[in-house]
């Protein structure tokens, strides 16, 4: 390969003796860069700040997508669920800047979260009292509610970590996020 490229074979080969300054240099500034996360996190209260920002990631990422496979479950029009589902989840993208403006960081999980556990106890009575009628409505605010918790979690990390760590702490959160969510449609099929 390397005669009919007209190149000889082992010219760009590099010893380990032959690395030069800048390479060790920016091996020892990725090692200052994993010294810094660590000692960053092992401050309890940043270590708190991101086992609680991987719930909140958890349950709004479940959340998020249990309704979305449950909603061919529901019953009613397939097609007005969907449709009430989508204009929820871009009214709530749209929405949630100003919310957590408003709100502040804190309030703004607090309302998010709050609001989707009473939509979601009222969606399941309902269901169990078929209530057809009240289904979309009460759809409309679940989802809406959860797609507002989910955006809430990436609009305020910046708030809890430093700009240094973000992608660290999306790495995280979501790897853990998927993992539970893994589960989102077992509980979406089951009886």
Excluded: W
Aim: glycine share 4%; hydrophobic share 50%.
């Amino acid at each position: 390969m390397a005669n009919t490229n007209k190149v000889k074979a082992f010219d760009n080969l590099v010893f380990a003796n032959e690395i030069n300054s800048d390479d060790n240099k920016a091996k020892s500034s990725h090692l200052h860069a994993e010294n810094q996360f660590f000692k960053f996190f092992i401050k309890q209260d940043n270590f708190l700040n991101l086992v609680i920002y991987a719930y909140l990631y958890c349950a709004a990422s479940f959340n998020y997508y249990l309704i979305t496979f449950y909603l061919k479950h529901l019953p009613g029009n397939i097609f007005q669920n969907i449709m009430v589902a989508s204009i929820a989840e871009c009214t709530a993208s749209l929405a949630i800047g100003q919310v957590v403006r408003t709100l502040g960081p804190k309030n703004a999980f607090k309302v998010t979260y709050c609001l989707f556990t009473i939509a979601a106890i009222c969606l399941g009575l309902a269901i169990r009292l078929d209530l057809i009628k009240l289904i979309p409505i009460v759809l409309m605010i679940s989802k809406f509610t959860s797609t507002g918790a989910l955006a809430a979690v990436y609009m305020n990390s910046f708030v809890y970590f430093p700009n240094q760590f973000i992608g660290t702490v999306f790495g995280i959160c979501g790897s853990t996020g998927k993992f539970v969510t893994i589960f989102a449609p077992m509980v979406a099929e089951s009886p």
